[in-house]
């Protein structure tokens, strides 16, 4: 039986790879502009700039994305479902690559639910079997990856 409760976070790894090309550029930029300040380069230096503080502060906040329940599952901006509100769920990649790979919860009363999977801290085999273990009894069925 899994233990009472699991977060999964964005992985740190990849919000610091983030927060430090994003700081790189900042640098790069700054060096620029005193050389030449030029409005394209002023501007570009602050989109990057919030980037950096972005990324920063994720890397320091990292707010659970997923929380599993033996109740249910809780998503960041999606709120809690019991498990018993799910009829299936799968994964999707939007027919190209692994950078928007997607978790889909199907639900027998209400609209779909996506979130992004990517940048979390398991990959997709392991969250699919974390959500099965911590479905229990429930009739929730993993419908395949798309």
Not at 23 to 28: D, T
């Amino acid at each position: 039986m899994p233990e009472a409760g699991l977060i999964i976070r964005q992985s740190k790894w990849k919000l610091g790879w983030y927060t430090l090309f994003a700081g790189a550029m900042v640098v790069y930029i700054l060096k620029d502009i005193y050389e030449e300040r030029s409005t394209f380069t002023i501007i570009l230096g602050i989109i990057f700039l919030a980037l950096f503080c972005y990324f920063l502060n994720g890397l320091i906040k990292r707010k659970p994305e997923i929380i599993l329940t033996r109740e249910g599952i809780s998503l960041r901006d999606a709120g809690f479902f019991t498990w018993d509100m799910i009829a299936s769920f799968s994964t999707d990649d939007g027919g190209d690559d692994s950078s928007n790979m997607k978790l889909v919860l199907y639900f027998s009363e209400f609209a779909d639910k996506e979130i992004y999977i990517q940048s979390l801290e398991v990959d997709k085999e392991e969250l699919i079997t974390l959500i099965l273990s911590y479905k229990g009894n429930a009739g929730l069925l993993y419908s395949g990856h798309k």
